[in-house]
């Protein structure tokens, strides 16, 4: 028992190799699973304002299945990727009205991780709008697999989401760490190669 609480706090301090910080953001429609990812990957215990759901938001959210609650500020987490780069999550609220959060909650991030779920991607249409609008930060789009989720090819969501030839497309179950991962350090290399070619360029 001392021994794993000993483990499970020595895992929230940083290690001493770690030498770079990274700010990402999170982001995506009601119910795509930002949440969920930031909780399967973060190494501390994830700062939440998640709040359950009330008859109040019936016609102004979207609702679907048996979700209970939804995030009204911001998701927090930290995952160390190798032995060197922490990568500060900050997760967005889904739903429209609270939009105007997320330009305030970009300052700093490198990139942004874009949540989409196939079984609604009209859905996304404003979400990777909104992004280009008002952060202008590079992007990875992760399909979020959910079990009844229509799959699809990536260049098929490329295709139905009209995302440029260079934005990368992971797909993956996020509740599954490695997947969720794989996500992120895609976003990180695509933000930091976009980084370099900006800097030869000027």
Do not use: C
Not at 58 to 72: E, F, I, L, M, N
Not at 112 to 123: G, N, P
Request: proline share 4%; aromatic share 4%; net charge negative.
């Amino acid at each position: 028992m001392g021994s794993a609480a000993s483990e499970t706090r020595a895992a929230q301090h940083l290690a001493p190799t770690v030498d770079r910080s990274v700010k990402v953001l999170v982001v995506g429609a009601f119910g795509v699973g930002k949440t969920t990812l930031i909780r399967a990957v973060s190494e501390i215990p994830m700062l939440s304002t998640e709040e359950s759901i009330t008859t109040a938001s019936v016609g102004v959210d979207p609702h679907r299945g048996q979700k209970a609650t939804t995030t009204v500020a911001m998701d927090f987490g930290r995952v160390t990727v190798g032995s060197a780069t922490a990568l500060y999550l900050f997760g967005t609220p889904g739903q429209r009205r609270f939009w105007d959060l997320w330009s305030g909650l970009a300052d700093g991030a490198v990139g942004a991780l874009v949540m989409v779920d196939t079984r609604d991607l009209a859905q996304s249409f404003e979400v990777l709008d909104q992004i280009e609008e008002h952060t202008r930060l590079p992007i990875t789009v992760v399909v979020n697999e959910f079990p009844d989720s229509p799959r699809h090819g990536i260049e098929e969501v490329r295709a139905a989401l009209d995302l440029p030839d260079d934005t990368p497309i992971v797909a993956g179950d996020v509740r599954r760490r490695s997947q969720a991962v794989e996500a992120l350090t895609t976003l990180v290399a695509h933000a930091l190669r976009r980084r370099r070619g900006e800097s030869v360029a000027t």
